[in-house]
């Protein structure tokens, strides 16, 4: 018995949970497949409930799950919280204790939406990456860290802080896949400036050197790295970097693609269980209106469903349905360049109907 953990959080990530587990339930039944699955709150909708962003017992849940489905969390609501009940605290949470410190970011551009990117269609035409994140120490997680606002001049700082092990994990993860791909890997640092860089460059030489050498390495420094991404995005295959870079190249590939609201994400520990979400947020702005893209979370399920159940043929056949959805033309509103376009449970519907063919 597979156990999966939902938590929907705030704004969007309800209706596009919604849509994922609609699908996980149509395939549940076809398929009789034996997986018990829990919802709870998280984020602002379990600081409302309970006062905190994640409690004691949906953590000690997510830990017990195979895989952890996450919505989005987050909206104007909570903005003005400390930082230890904001909705990103359970995010936080959740990788570090669950030390989901391989963070998967795809980013890809189906044909037929090249021109929903605001890149030349022949400088994208073909983009496929896959960005490869430490996800549970850098800067976000370094110690010392904190705001000295009475001492003179006031003053804050973080430290950004790898050692060996982590840095070989996350090597390891991006060579592994980078041998299923094209064998390149770049990774990315500021080594010109920051000693944390230079020893990362290092250590993921070594790795390459000692079990990877048939994938080709590149290194690159991070600011170019952002560049290159807009100039010559069909360079790149593989791209490993820390937890800051990773998070602001991330977003760069992803909106190379036209919308967030079609990428996947997946963050896994050393025995594969996973959290899987979308690259979106909570979108406050269109929630509770039925148009959100689903396709994110229904593409992050069938992540889960490939990395975490080892159901590849199942993840397969969710990737090739949602392809079938864009080639016959239906679009969410993120993506429609006529004006036409399908709700949230229109798409999950389509999506559904063609998994069924
Ligand atoms: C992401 C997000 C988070 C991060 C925020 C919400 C804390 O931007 O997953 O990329 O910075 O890691
Ligand atoms: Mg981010």
């Keep these: 018995m597979h156990k999966i953990l939902a938590l929907p959080g705030d704004g969007i990530g309800n209706e596009v949970m919604n849509s994922a587990l609609d699908v996980l339930d149509f395939l549940k039944t076809r398929n009789d497949l034996s997986i ?22 949906v953590l000690a849940k997510a830990k017990d799950s195979d895989a952890v489905l996450f919505g989005a969390v987050g909206g104007p609501k909570w903005d003005s919280l400390e930082w230890e009940n904001r909705p990103e605290h359970a995010l936080l949470t959740l990788r570090k204790e669950l030390d989901l410190f391989a963070n998967l970011r795809p980013a890809f551009l189906f044909d037929e939406l090249l021109n929903a990117s605001n890149i030349k269609p022949d400088v994208i035409k073909g983009f496929d990456i896959m960005i490869v994140r430490e996800l549970t120490s850098g800067l976000y997680f370094g110690e010392p860290r904190g705001i000295n606002l009475d001492q003179n001049p006031p003053n804050a700082f973080n430290t950004m802080y790898y050692d060996e092990d982590q840095i070989k994990r996350i090597s390891k993860i991006a060579f592994e896949l980078a041998l299923k791909r094209t064998k390149k890997v770049c990774s990315v640092d500021k080594a010109n400036v920051l ?22 390495l590149s290194n690159m420094l991070a600011d170019n790295a952002a560049m290159q991404l807009i100039l010559n995005p069909n360079q790149f295959d593989v791209v490993l970097a820390s937890n800051l870079f990773g998070d602001i190249l991330s977003d760069i590939a992803a909106t190379l693609t036209g919308s967030i609201g079609m990428l996947p994400s997946a963050s896994l520990n050393d025995s594969l269980k996973g959290m899987y979400e979308p690259c979106h947020g909570s979108a406050p702005d269109i ?21 975490s159940l080892n159901f590849d043929e199942l993840a397969s056949q969710i990737e090739v349905a949602i392809k079938k959805y864009i080639t016959a033309g239906f679009r969410t509103k993120d993506i429609s360049i006529d004006g036409k376009f399908l709700t949230t449970n229109e798409t999950t519907e389509k999506i559904i109907s063609f998994l069924n063919e």
């Design 36 to 57: 018990d699955i829990s919802i709870e709150p998280i984020g602002g909708a379990s600081y409302d409930l309970n006062g905190t962003p994640i409690s004691e017992s």
């Design 195 to 216: 000693e944390v860089s230079k020893f990362w460059r290092n250590v993921v030489a070594e790795v390459h050197s000692s079990d990877f050498e048939v994938c080709e």
């Design 287 to 307: 929630a509770g209106k039925g148009i959100a893209n689903p396709i994110a979370m229904i593409l992050s399920l069938a992540m889960a469903l490939r990395y």
